[in-house]
């Protein structure tokens, strides 16, 4: 298989998929570039190696063909800071006009296409469209891990019109590598620690972790699914009563399999969802009506730190508190540090979803984990045993 490390670039239009689908505010400012940063190693690789990249990316969600707002102008200026070189933008993505750009491209010079998604064929993985995207270029890079679970036509159509030059780029590569760390071949015990609102949104990953992990902490909105599964009362905390059986079955299978299951023993409640709210620390499964349990509880913090410091490999997948609300961040920054200091000792820590990445942020934590994932839906499927199409497009599979 084709890698980036041993592809000779040499006087080659690369043409490479990355995720640019960055947010921008009301005066098309780019309020977070770290989608764009990440991709900017793979294209400066092909540059300094005589190569011409030739970038291309879905921008947002517009409707039916090209709209201003998602218009690739807005990004090609701070593309062009990013790499320290003028970078050219092309009036579209496929066509003729296209295509003489792309071919008069000298080595070491950028051209960045327009929104594939101004094109209904990207999406629906129309071969046609994929087969016109390929004449722009000479070689195809993948390193567009965030729509790697999308079979759309620059992300996995596109690669049989290269069947000897195709290979993932630097983001996708260590993506990959640092997942099926975790996923394939973990050192233990691995520690999975699964948060957020549902239960639901979640199922297919706990039950395929079930088979993988040694210890899985369950924390965030949905302990109060499976408090009130085992007869507590959880007041009015967020919790999916449809799903009170699929949480008795997640702890049966856990017994079953010999995974140690934690959930919270105490919480800090709260009598609001806000930050005046008054609060007091509740046993879990003692919330009084009119209040809500928002973080995890002292008890339960002290308990979640000692499975993950005596952790070799850590998974963490959602906070387990309200963190945006400081008041109701402690469980999760507790976590964050715990996995910080495992890590500290040698652990291996992946950090993944919006949410948990977001915390992680917020409180200066990312330098500590050896891992941040930037991919949401693609790491999720991933994590829950599917293929990805994106992956399986470059391996051949």
């Known amino acids: 298989m084709q890698t980036i490390h041993n592809y000779d670039f040499k006087g080659k239009k690369a043409l490479i998929r990355v995720d640019f689908n960055v947010p921008l505010n009301e005066k098309f400012e780019i309020t977070d570039d ?10 400066k690789k092909v540059m300094e190696d005589g190569g011409s990249p030739v970038i291309m990316s879905h921008f947002g969600r517009p ?7 998602f218009s690739m102008k807005h990004l090609v200026s701070h593309l062009s800071e990013l790499l320290g070189k003028e970078v050219k ?13 792309c071919q008069d491209l000298q080595p070491g010079e950028a051209l960045l296409l327009e929104n594939l998604r101004f094109h209904k064929g990207e999406e629906k993985g129309d071969e046609e469209f994929a087969k016109q995207l390929a004449e722009n270029g000479g070689c195809w890079i993948n390193d567009a891990f965030g729509t790697a679970h999308r079979a759309h036509a620059s992300t996995a159509v596109i690669a049989k019109f290269f069947p000897n030059d195709k290979m993932f780029g630097y983001l996708i590569e260590s993506e990959v590598e640092s997942i099926d ?40 909105g949905m302990t109060y699914t499976f408090v009130k599964a085992n007869g507590g009362e959880v007041g009015n905390s967020i919790c999916e009563t449809d799903f009170l059986d699929t949480a008795r079955n997640i ?8 995974v140690n299951l934690y959930i919270a023993t105490d919480v800090l409640a709260a009598d609001d969802f806000s930050e005046d709210a ?6 879990a499964n003692e919330i009084p009506e009119g209040w809500q349990g928002l973080d995890a509880g002292p008890e ?30 402690k469980g999760s920054i507790a976590v964050g540090e715990a996995i910080m200091e495992a890590t500290k000792n040698g652990a291996f820590s992946l950090v993944g979803g919006g949410d948990s990445v977001a915390c992680v942020n917020k409180y200066d934590m990312a330098d500590g984990m050896s891992y941040i994932s930037t991919a949401g839906g693609a790491l999720l499927e991933y994590l829950e045993g599917r293929t990805l199409p994106g992956v399986a497009a470059v391996r051949g599979e």
């Open 181 to 220: 760390k975790v996923v394939k071949n973990p050192k233990r015990p691995l520690t999975a620690i699964m948060g957020g609102a549902k239960v639901s949104s979640k199922i297919t990953i706990i039950e395929n972790l079930l088979d993988k992990v040694d210890n899985l902490i369950l924390g965030g």
């Open 34 to 43: 770290s989608r764009m940063t990440a991709a900017i190693p793979t294209i």
């Open 63 to 69: 409707k039916s063909g090209p709209e201003d707002k």
């Open 89 to 101: 933008l092309a009036p579209d993505c496929v066509g003729e006009e296209v295509k003489q750009m």
């Open 251 to 258: 702890e049966k299978l856990a017994k079953e399999k010999g």
């Open 278 to 283: 008054n609060t007091k620390i509740l046993p």
């Open 300 to 329: 339960t913090i002290e308990k979640f730190k000692e499975v993950i410091k005596n952790s070799a490999t850590i998974l963490w997948n959602g906070p387990v508190g309200v963190f945006e609300m400081d008041k109701f961040a």
